[in-house]
Structures are given as structure tokens and as C-alpha cells.
């Protein structure tokens, strides 16, 4: 090895100059001559030769013995020696300093070249291994399992400090110690000794694995579980030079196992027994997992849902688009998770399950799909009810019929579309003539089974692109799409009505009832579902006051009318509060006497800007309005106390006849009204006649006879009005407690050009008479009216030929009672 850095340590100054020039030949380098030991120390440390070549006998106290012993435990640097003396003791005190050579002086030069070669490669061996040592125990140290390496009888030679930790104890003090008696393993199941694998190994020379349920017993009797086994050192010849032992604890893994174990057992209980459905399902759909809820749910077992897709479960409408969507989604990482409403299908054919699904993909920790997780939640009674609650804010309860809401939506939809075309639409507002009569007299219950008969027969008389609701009460609405011509609408409004005049047998009753129908023409009479609807209702109002059961069209006139009816009824409302009502009196002259006695009050309205307006004006919409009922009431008190006035002042008349309208018969508190009032103002009943219409006992025939009857109790005398123009029933006249009949005007107007209407008017008066009711004839104009009823014995009569209704300061002033009585007496 040329270069090789050598210290020469030689006394002999010649010979260490002969040695030098050798070594030079042979490619050396000498880095120092030292002439005695200590020299010889000190030049090593500063020079750190690769070899030094030491004389033994050296001048001074440190011979070279002394002086190799130091340098190589110290600096660890080869040392051949070079001597003349090889006694045995000297040589024994070379090999103890762990020389690398020795030559005996005289050496020849190829001695001295090979002795340094040898030593200098001996030297690189011993590094080589050192450095490889180094390097494994380096390892050892690094790894994380246990290392035990034993000899061959078992007795521990080497650990790593992760043994060292395990085992409890240090290698200086195991070493030595046989791996059996530092650890103890024990069977974990059944805590048996274990054999240990090293003694195992070291008798078969073979691999040992440890049982893997095996706890380690360590020298502080810790225990903890182990894994892994033994193997066998073998040398190039294959004798056995010791064994391994490799071993972990896997405390931390069984923990985690444990975990793991627990938390798929969670999983497992809480997918078990979850009160919702859970499934897990494969890629293609397929069932992987179900539980106990989920078979509840659909109806199916276990095995049959594994056996299936979810296909099986789902509508296929539902499968192929929102759900496989929101399926397709999540495998794309579109989504994280989703949740939708579906309806499925029950193993029962034909019952329906809705269910809440939720759903999300379980991937691996590479991110690929794995498997759905769905919950599936029965929401079917929620689903129901919300269709029932649907179904009920949407419909009549009563009839099933669409109601005013759902109506009104429908009528804007078909107006959006039918604008795009140029068709016509047709509302028929339909409302039952004297409804509120049959369900007061029949009762509620038969009004219902009424009003569904009747939806009924509307139902099946519409077509299927036509609408029809209930709009409360009696009234329905029909809309009628795609009507070319108005005629169309006219021929279903008469069919309507036909159809809704049969009569209905209900629960034994034989019940006629008719309709009367309001059309409004979509765009004729409005282009908006309000418009439309208001209109309907008016022509509906005409059919009503042409007799009821017949049908109108809207008018450009009803609207007038209808605006006219508001103001009215506004200004009502006003002239209530502000008193800007009148009572004007009109004298009734008893024929046989000659003299007026009663006057009839009839209502005025001093309107600010309209002046004088008479009933025929207000009558209507106050009766419509119901404020008739608290303007009756005022006429009736201010006639009362009128009348009583009169009487204390000894007035010209001394009794009163006021009209009641049929809507204050429906009200329940006329008796006690009429009562109160006379009560109130202190006059005499008898001094009081109520008038009351014929159609106004019709109206509730059964209801009006009792107050009728309470009526006279008190002892006020009762007429039928206008008698003649409605139904003129005898029966009513016999079986009702009224005094008088008053002869309709219209009749009184005809006596002198109409023969027919003479023969009537002469057998009403007639009749009454028979029946011992006096007959009372108005609007009596002409001498010739007078005469014709003056010569039929009528009994009483009013009239302009007399008087017109004044007020009650002019009647004071003005009304001479006496001028009739030679008036009269000419047809007497
Ligand atoms: N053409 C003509 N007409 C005559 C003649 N004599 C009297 N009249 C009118 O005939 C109507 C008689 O009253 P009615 O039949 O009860 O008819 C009354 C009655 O039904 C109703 N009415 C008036 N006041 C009241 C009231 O206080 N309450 C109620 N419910 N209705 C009333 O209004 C209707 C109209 O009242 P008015 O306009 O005051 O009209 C009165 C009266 O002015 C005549 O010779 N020729």
C-alpha cells in the first residue's frame, strides 16, 4: 500500500536511516523518526501514521514495549515491532500490546515490505469490520422491532435498545443471561407457558414463528402482547453460531384492533337496529347490506332484498331520473351527498311507500367508489297527510269540488294560456233559488246531501277541460273553455238548469229546486279572473230578479247597476248615521166612513246633493245588504212615536201601517224589536199595522207564520202587501193571523182598461171577504178606480186621489179628512 504514512521508532541512528531509505524504496512515506518511547507517543499523536515500526530497547525509561502499549490503546494506530531480542518473556510482552508483527533484527528488505503489507491490510480488514459493526448496531438501534441475538446455548448476546425497553432491562447487565430467564411468554387465551423460540431454533436450526396470541412477561412483570419469531446464526460452514429473536409489541395494534373491532360493531348494532332503513348498495345497485328497517319498511325479507336492486323498490321513473341522477352525481364528486322524496313500491302489489332517501358514496382512502350508503326514511303518513292537507286547502270539504282559491288559480292559468289564442271563455255563476228556504225548513243535514246532488249532476255535465268549484253556500262556478260562440254558453246555461230542476229524492224528500246563472264572456266582458267573476255575479243578480231559474249575460248596464248599488249602500251606511232619513205618511179612507183614520209610513231619503229619493231607489240594496233591518227599525219607532203624538195631541190620525221587508223576518229578533218600539214609545198595539209582502211570506213560510203569531199575540194587526203578484195562496191567507189584504197597485192601475183585471180584483175583494178579512185597495188615481171599487165594497183605499204621502206637519196643515166623505158617498 504505497503512501502508507509510518512513524519509525529506532535509538540507532544508522539503522533508523537504513530502515528509512527501505521503506522510501518501497513507496512509503515516513512521517517521523522518534528516537525514544516518549518521542515516539508524542510524534504519533501529531503525525497519526498509518503503521508504526517500534524498536524494543530504546534509550530512556519508556522502553518499546511501553511505548506500542500506549499508541495503540490510545491512538489505536498497528505497531510492528523490530528487535534483536526474541527471549520468550519479551515476546509474550509484544503479543500482549496486540502488535501487528515482529521482526527480528537482522531482517532482510522483503521481510520488513511484506511484515508492513500484511499489517497495513490486517489494519483495513479490522476497519472494515469496525465500520460494518458500527453499521449494524447503528440499524439495530434504529428499527422499531425487539433484537435479541443469543449464542448458541441461548445466553444473550446482543439487544437493541428496543429490546432493552421491552425486556426491562439493559444489555450490559443481560448479557450473558439466557433469553428464557429475562422473559416469560404466556398463551394469552389460556395463560400456559410458552416455550420460548430461541431454545426452539437453537434445537431445530429452523425458522420459529411465535404463536401470535402471545404475551410478553417482562422482567418488571409487564405484560403486553407479542409477534414475530426466531431464526438461527449459522457460519459460512453451517455450524450454529447463536440465534435471533425478533419480536414487536403490538399493544398499540390489538388497541387499535380493538377499536376498529368496537366501532364495526357500533356500526354494525347501530345499522342493525337503526329506526330508519339503511342499505349499503353496490356500484350496479345492487343490495349489499340491509337491516331490519328496511325490511319493515318495504315488506321484504333479508334474502329477498340481496338478492335485488334498488330498481325493485323505486318507481321506474323515479330510477331513471332523479335518483340515478343524484347516483350518477355522486360517483362524479358532483355532489357530496343528497336527499330526495320518492315513491316506492311495497312487496304488497299496489301499496305505495314514500320514502325520504339520503344518500352518499363510500370510497377508499385511493378515492375510488366503493359502495352507496342510503337511509330510508317512511315518510308515506307525513306524504298522505300533506296530499290530504293539500287536497282540503285546495277543495270544498262538503262537495269535493275545487274551491274559491283553486278556482281562482285555475281561471288565471286558463286566461294565460287561452290569451295566446283567440278563443273565448264563458264563467257561468251559478246560485240555487231559495236555498237558505230548503235548509231551514228541511234542515242542514239535507241541505248538505242537497248541495252534493247537485255538485254531482254538475260534475258530470261538464266536460273535462271545463272547471267547476263551490264558492261557499249555494253558489258554484263554472268555466266553460273554448266556447266559439256566445251561443254555446247559452246552450249549456239551459241545460244546466234542466238538468238541476229534476227533482232530487233525499232521505225520502222529494226537493225541487231551481238555478239561476250569470254569464260573463272572456274577452267580451273582462280579461281578468276578477272582472270576470264580478261580472258573472251581476248577470247572476238579473237572472235572480227576473224570477229566478233562468240564465243572463253580463251588461255594460249591471255595471252601472252595481256601482249605482254601492254608492248606494254607502251612502246608506251614512244616511243612517247622519239622520237623513224621513217618514212620509199616506192616509188609507175607510170607504163606509169616508174618513182616514190610518196613514202607511213610507221611508224618504233627504240625500245632500240628490235631494227627495224615494224607496223604489234604496229599498233593494237595502234589503240585499241587510241594512234594511236597522232602517225598518227606525221607520217603524219614528212612525210609533208619530202616532202617539198624535194621540196625545189629537191629531188627525190615529193609527200607523209600516212595511216590513222579508230579510227582517229571517232576522230572529223582530218580535222583540216590534215589542221593545212599542214598549218604547207607549203606544197602543192596536194602533199598529204591520204590511208584509207575499213574496216575503214565502220566502220562510213556516218561520214567518210564528212570528206572525207572536206578532198579534201582542196584539198589532197584520196585512199582506201587494197581494195579487206572487203566489196568492189562500191556504197561507187562511192559515196566517192577518186582518187586512192589501190589493196590488198594478191591479188598481188596470180597472179601467182591462176586463180580466177587473173580474180579479172583484174576486180578491170577494174572497177576503169570505175569508173576514178586510180588503184594502192602493194607488188609486182615478174617479173611474174609485168607483169600480167603492161598487165591490172595498173596504179601505189609498191612493193620490186622495193624497200623496206627505209629511206628517203637512198632513196636520193640509189633509181635511171631510172632503171625501161626499167624495165617497156618490158610490155608496
Ligand atoms: N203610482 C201611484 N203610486 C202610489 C199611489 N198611492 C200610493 N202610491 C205609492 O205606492 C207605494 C205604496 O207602498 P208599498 O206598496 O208598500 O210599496 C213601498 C214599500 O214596498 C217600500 N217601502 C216604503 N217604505 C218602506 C219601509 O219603511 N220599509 C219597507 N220595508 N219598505 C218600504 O217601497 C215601496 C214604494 O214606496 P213609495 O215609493 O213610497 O210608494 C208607495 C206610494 O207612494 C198612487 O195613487 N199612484
Not at 422491532?145 to 443481560?174: C, K, Q, S, Y
Not at 198589532?716 to 187562511?734: E, M, P, Q
Request: glycine share 6%.
Amino acid at each position: 500500500m504505497p503512501n502508507s504514512k509510518i512513524l519509525i521508532v529506532e535509538d540507532e541512528g544508522i539503522i533508523a536511516m537504513d530502515i528509512r531509505r527501505q521503506l522510501e524504496d518501497f513507496g512509503y512515506e515516513v512521517v517521523a523518526t522518534a528516537f525514544s518511547g516518549g518521542q515516539a507517543i508524542t510524534l504519533a499523536e501529531q503525525s497519526q501514521p498509518d503503521l508504526v515500526l517500534m524498536d524494543i530497547v530504546l534509550k530512556g525509561e519508556m522502553d518499546g514495549i511501553s511505548a506500542a502499549h500506549a499508541i495503540s490503546e490510545t491512538l489505536r494506530i498497528p505497531v510492528i515491532f523490530l528487535t534483536a531480542y526474541s527471549d520468550p518473556d519479551t515476546l509474550r510482552r509484544a503479543q500482549a500490546t496486540g502488535a501487528y508483527g515482529y521482526l527480528i533484527k537482522p531482517f532482510r528488505p522483503d521481510e520488513l515490505h511484506a511484515s508492513i503489507e500484511v499489517a497495513l491490510y490486517k489494519r483495513q480488514l479490522e476497519q472494515k469490520l469496525k465500520d460494518s459493526e458500527q453499521w449494524f448496531a447503528k440499524t439495530l438501534h434504529c428499527i422499531s422491532d425487539a433484537v435479541i441475538a443469543t449464542d448458541g446455548a441461548g445466553n444473550i448476546r446482543f439487544m437493541n435498545p428496543v429490546a432493552e425497553a421491552a425486556i426491562g432491562l439493559d444489555l450490559e447487565h443481560a448479557k450473558g443471561t439466557s433469553v428464557e430467564q429475562l422473559m416469560t411468554l404466556l398463551n394469552q387465551s389460556n395463560r400456559a407457558v410458552m416455550e420460548n423460540p430461541v431454545p426452539k431454533t437453537l434445537k431445530s436450526r429452523q425458522v420459529t414463528s411465535m404463536d401470535c396470541a402471545t404475551l410478553l412477561v417482562n422482567q418488571s412483570g409487564h405484560e403486553f402482547p407479542v409477534e414475530d419469531g426466531a431464526a438461527p446464526i449459522l457460519d459460512d460452514d453451517g455450524s450454529l453460531l447463536g440465534a435471533v429473536m425478533v419480536f414487536r409489541d403490538i399493544s398499540e395494534r390489538r388497541r387499535m384492533e380493538k377499536l376498529l373491532r368496537e366501532s364495526e360493531e357500533r356500526f354494525h348494532s347501530a345499522f342493525d337496529l337503526a329506526s330508519i332503513g339503511m342499505a349499503l348498495i353496490a356500484l350496479d345497485g345492487g343490495f349489499l347490506q340491509v337491516n331490519n328497517s328496511l325490511m319493515d319498511i318495504f315488506g321484504y325479507s333479508k334474502p329477498e332484498l340481496l338478492q335485488a336492486n334498488l330498481q325493485m323498490l323505486t318507481h321506474a321513473e323515479n330510477t331513471d331520473n332523479a335518483m340515478a341522477l343524484r347516483l350518477r352525481q355522486l360517483l362524479a364528486d358532483e355532489l357530496p351527498s343528497f336527499q330526495i322524496e320518492i315513491e316506492c313500491y311495497h312487496k304488497i302489489v299496489g301499496k305505495v311507500v314514500w320514502a325520504l332517501l339520503s344518500g352518499s358514496l363510500v370510497r377508499n382512502s385511493d378515492g375510488e367508489p366503493q359502495y352507496f350508503i342510503l337511509q330510508i326514511q317512511d315518510i308515506t303518513n307525513r306524504k298522505f297527510a300533506e296530499q290530504q292537507l293539500l287536497y282540503l286547502a285546495n277543495h270544498d270539504p262538503l262537495t269535493g269540488l275545487l274551491n274559491r282559491e283553486q278556482f281562482h288559480n285555475r281561471l288565471t292559468k286558463a286566461l294565460a294560456a287561452v290569451q295566446r289564442y283567440d278563443t273565448k271563455l264563458a264563467l257561468m255563476y251559478l246560485d240555487l233559488d231559495r236555498f237558505k228556504l230548503i235548509n231551514d225548513t228541511l234542515g242542514h243535514r239535507l241541505g248538505d246531501l242537497l248541495l252534493q246532488s247537485v255538485s254531482d249532476r254538475l260534475r258530470t255535465s261538464i266536460r273535462a277541460q271545463d272547471i267547476l268549484a263551490r264558492l261557499g253556500g249555494d253558489e258554484f262556478i263554472i268555466l266553460l273553455s273554448d266556447i266559439n260562440k256566445i251561443d254555446d254558453a247559452a246552450r249549456v246555461a239551459e241545460k244546466t238548469i234542466d238538468m238541476l230542476t229534476q227533482s232530487y229524492t233525499l232521505e225520502g224528500n222529494n226537493i225541487v229546486v231551481t238555478a239561476s246563472i250569470g254569464i260573463s264572456i272572456y274577452p267580451d266582458d273582462g280579461k281578468d279572473s276578477h272582472t270576470l267573476l264580478m261580472n258573472a255575479d251581476a248577470a247572476m243578480y238579473l237572472a235572480k230578479e227576473r224570477g229566478k231559474n233562468n240564465y243572463q249575460f253580463y251588461t255594460l248596464a249591471m255595471t252601472e247597476r252595481s256601482l249605482e248599488r254601492m254608492t248606494i249602500e254607502r251612502g246608506l251606511r251614512r244616511a243612517l248615521a247622519n239622520n237623513e232619513l224621513r217618514v212620509h205618511y199616506q192616509p188609507q179612507i175607510d170607504l163606509a166612513s169616508g174618513l182616514a183614520t190610518c196613514v202607511e209610513a213610507l221611508v224618504r231619503w233627504q240625500h245632500p246633493e240628490w235631494g227627495l229619493v224615494y224607496p223604489d231607489r234604496f229599498i233593494g240594496v237595502a234589503e240585499e245588504t241587510g241594512l234594511i233591518v236597522p232602517i225598518g227599525a227606525w221607520v217603524l219607532s219614528t212612525a210609533c212615536k208619530q202616532v202617539k203624538s198624535w194621540h196625545e195631541h189629537d191629531g188627525p190620525f190615529s193609527a200607523v201601517a209600516v212595511n216590513l221587508s222579508a230579510r227582517q223576518f229571517l232576522e230572529n229578533n223582530l218580535y222583540q224589536t216590534v215589542k221593545q218600539t212599542l214598549v218604547e214609545t207607549g203606544l197602543n198595539p192596536s194602533a199598529l199595522e204591520l204590511e208584509i209582502t207575499e213574496s216575503a211570506v214565502m220566502q220562510d213560510p213556516e218561520n214567518t207564520l210564528k212570528v206572525l203569531q207572536q206578532l198579534r199575540e201582542l196584539g198589532v194587526t197584520l196585512s199582506i202587501d201587494d197581494f195579487g203578484t206572487g203566489y196568492s195562496s189562500l191556504t197561507y191567507l187562511r192559515r196566517f193571523p192577518v186582518q187586512s189584504v192589501k190589493i196590488d197597485q198594478t191591479f188598481v192601475a188596470d180597472i179601467s182598461n182591462d176586463e180580466g183585471c177587473r173580474t180579479l180584483v172583484s174576486a180578491i175583494i170577494a174572497l177576503t171577504h169570505e175569508l173576514k178579512l178586510n180588503v184594502i185597495a192602493e194607488g188609486v188615481e182615478t174617479e173611474e178606480q174609485l168607483a169600480f171599487l167603492s161598487k165591490q165594497r172595498c173596504d179601505s183605499l189609498q191612493g193620490y186621489i186622495f193624497s200623496r204621502p206627505e209629511t206628517s206637519a203637512t198632513l196636520e196643515n193640509e189633509f181635511k179628512a171631510t172632503q171625501f166623505k161626499t167624495q165617497l158617498h156618490r158610490y155608496n
